[in-house]
């Protein structure tokens, strides 16, 4: 069964220290790997996309095709980066169906 | 840039009325809009797929009869919550997608809409 895991509820680190948000799937064949954000009070964004290969607001991901992983990174957390966090994996063929995790709170502390 | 918007942001109805809820977008022309449902402290689930002028496709164990979605025109789509129950109050989001729409700047949410039924 195709399945997306965000091991972590509740992610907690000082302003400054890196930060890795967890992501594995479960998918037959290789979907396109996002991760979407949506910050307190504000809707739900697309953060970045695996495609192409971008940092956004310093936040990086890897895919690691062996360990069907996709894990959100950046080396120096800031406060405005506390959000909550969605990995979705989209293996509908172009029909623009990503499946959420279940999301990851990231909290920065000053 | 692009705005989706949703109206109304928040409704409180008695059971067994019919609520509907509307997602626009305000700039842009979606070829396709997808509803989402969000209980407390969980993910989004995909509802529903409507592409405008067409009948939606609902997701397994969605009631199409229950929920119904109208996409009428290429920047409103409409979801019909018909004789809602307390077990459908929720958080309901739509997603507008212009046409190569996994792009960061193609893809939009609406604020969501807070459904309660007493």
């Known amino acids: 069964a195709q399945r997306v895991t965000q091991p972590e509820k509740l992610l907690s680190v000082f302003k400054g220290a890196p930060v890795e948000l967890k992501c594995n799937y479960s998918?037959?064949?290789?979907?396109?790997l996002f991760w979407y954000v949506q910050y307190s009070r504000q809707r739900l964004q697309l953060l970045l996309r695996h495609i192409s290969r971008e940092s956004i607001k310093g936040f990086t991901a890897d895919l690691n095709k062996g360990e069907t992983s996709f894990h959100l990174k950046k080396p120096f957390a800031q406060e405005e980066d506390s959000a909550m966090y969605y990995c979705a994996p989209d293996a509908s063929g172009g029909s623009y169906i990503p499946t959420f995790g279940r999301g990851t709170s990231l909290i920065v502390h000053p | 840039g692009a705005v989706v918007s949703q109206h109304p942001s928040w409704v409180i109805c008695k059971s067994g009325t019919s609520v509907k809820i509307e997602c626009r977008s305000l700039d842009f022309q979606a070829t396709t809009m997808f509803w989402y449902r969000q209980f407390p402290k969980q993910s989004l689930m995909l509802m529903a797929t409507?592409?405008?002028?067409?009948?939606?496709?609902?997701e397994q164990g969605v009631e199409k009869d229950k929920f119904l979605i109208n996409h009428a025109s290429l920047t409103l789509s409409t979801l019909t919550v018909t004789s809602a129950h307390p077990e459908d109050s929720s958080f309901y989001i739509c997603r507008a997608v212009t046409p190569g729409g996994q792009a960061t700047d193609t893809q939009y949410f609406g604020p969501g809409t807070r459904l309660t039924v007493l």
């Open positions: 998918y037959s064949g290789s979907p396109e």
């Open positions: 409507s592409n405008e002028g067409s009948k939606a496709t609902y």
